[in-house]
């Protein structure tokens, strides 16, 4: 939803009515920024992968360097911020409490003159109270469980259950969703905790939650506990242990495994696909209760088609990754990266036309998804080929459609339920039952 | 910040370290506790400017070195015809990344555990201080009370 992305700068302020118009200037520029930044993040991932973003210009900040001991530079940063008009008064005393800073003197101008401050652009270029603000509260967690991407997460968990050959049960769905979007918004928060200063570095990242300082470390860690711990219960105890047991590997998978190895080894791209299988895995095991050949299937072509989506992705994002010490394959072994991503397209077909031999769904569906995976493993050709720019992004964009396609190709391809009859598939619901489920 | 205020300002991207500043405020009745709370953030701060704004300009410089030998072996100059500044487009510019961080792997890998555990420790005295702070408050309601 769009209500994400209201802006924060339209609150009101701890001192009111010095920053407002300031407040006004950089919320026409915010809305427009966010607002652009929503649609693009409209192409948004599975919640172990970078998001795509155009890099946005690098903002210069207008204020000057910062210095180990903040004094001067508080004053010059608030002198250059004042320089068009003469200070109004200075209310306050000479002494602080904070022998850190001298400038209070200098601040004070600042919240004296109003209108100074048109020469601060964005929200993000002032100084900031470190208070929670409680009415910009919902829009910080957001942000902070990476929402887009939770809910991502969990249409693939949902996908899981719906593919699942058992008759359709909504309170366990909904339990499942639920589950799986709370075990999502923990992992998301808790990679966000550890990730402050590497995200403060690049561009994709830097208007996070804890990057601003919009909320404390201490509230990160306990918004992602009040969300794991409820989340993995209810897996556990209203779905069935083995989904609660899979969201908990996942989270910890995601958490203590992906997010340090980012910066340790390439290995980090192969877990995450991993992580990025694993909800619609859970999908099927709250369905079915078992962990069968078609929960692995599902999870597999998730996993193979993680690997075009971010590698793509991070041919573009070379310099960050590179100066923010992230070990990617598109920086160390670009030769491998796309080899990789080519072989996965393939994957994509093979594991397709295995559908049917597990009796997932019928035949119609590889030969229905053949069109999608053969173009996308063309362009996964082309970027093995080519290792440019545009071909790169041709075939992140590609990914971007082509599985929320195929996953529905699947569902309309789906073997019915009443076909499986025989084998037995059904959990105790009476036969009459099942035929009023059965799908088309 | 105003002199007037209880809590910690954070200010805009520095330059170098791309790190936001905090101006951490200082209470009169600062308890042991949050003391050592605040020192191991300002020690966590200042070792992480450090740490990028040394790491970035590093990064940039030796960039602007690569792209200047680069163009040399090319026989270009670094500033065309038009007075635009000249630069190598990304396959070029590949080798130089996986040059970079291969060479500050290491020192990665050294900042990765520190930070790690600046992290926790100030995330865990954050929890003892408003475990404290939590009681103080019950302690005085009660007070209040009776």
Known sequence: GLFVWRLTGTGPRPSPCQLLPLCQAASHRLATFQYFSFLKRMYVTQYNKDLSQRAKPKSEPVVSPFHELQQLDQEKKVIHKISPIPPVHQPWPETSRRNELRGVKSAAQTEGSVTAGRAESTEGRQWKEMKLQLEELPGILARLSKIKLTALVVSTASAGFAMAPVPFDLPCFLLASLGTGLASCAANSINQFFEVPFDSNMNRTKNRPLVRGQLSPLLAVCFAASCGIPGIALLTLAVNPLTGALGAFNIFLYTCCYTPLKRMSIANTWVGAVVGAIPPVMGWTAATGTLDAGALLLGGILYSWQFPHFNALSWGLREDYSRGGYCMMSVTHPGLCRRVALRHCLALIGLSAVAPVLDITTWTFPIISLPINLYISYLGFRFYKDADRSSSRKLFFCSLWHLPMLLLVMFTCKKSVLEKEDKGDLRGQSHGRAMEIRLP | ?146
């Open chain 2, 1 to 146: 910040p105003p002199a007037h205020s209880h809590s910690d300002w954070i200010g805009p991207p520095d330059k170098h370290s791309n790190l936001r500043p905090i101006i951490f405020h200082v209470p009169p009745e600062e308890s042991p506790l949050e003391r050592r709370l605040r020192e191991a953030r300002q020690e966590a701060q200042a070792c992480n400017q450090r740490f990028w704004a040394r790491h970035n300009r590093a990064f940039h410089q030796e960039k602007e070195e690569f792209i200047y030998s680069r163009l040399k072996a090319k026989g270009l100059e670094m500033r065309d015809e038009t007075g635009q500044k000249a630069t190598l487009n990304a396959e070029e510019m590949a080798d130089f990344y996986k040059d970079f961080l291969s060479k500050n792997f290491s020192k990665h890998m050294q900042y990765n555990r520190d930070w790690y555990k600046h992290n926790f420790t100030i995330t865990f005295l954050m929890g003892q201080v408003a475990l404290a702070r939590a009681l103080r408050w019950l302690r005085w309601r009660k007070k209040n009370v009776e």
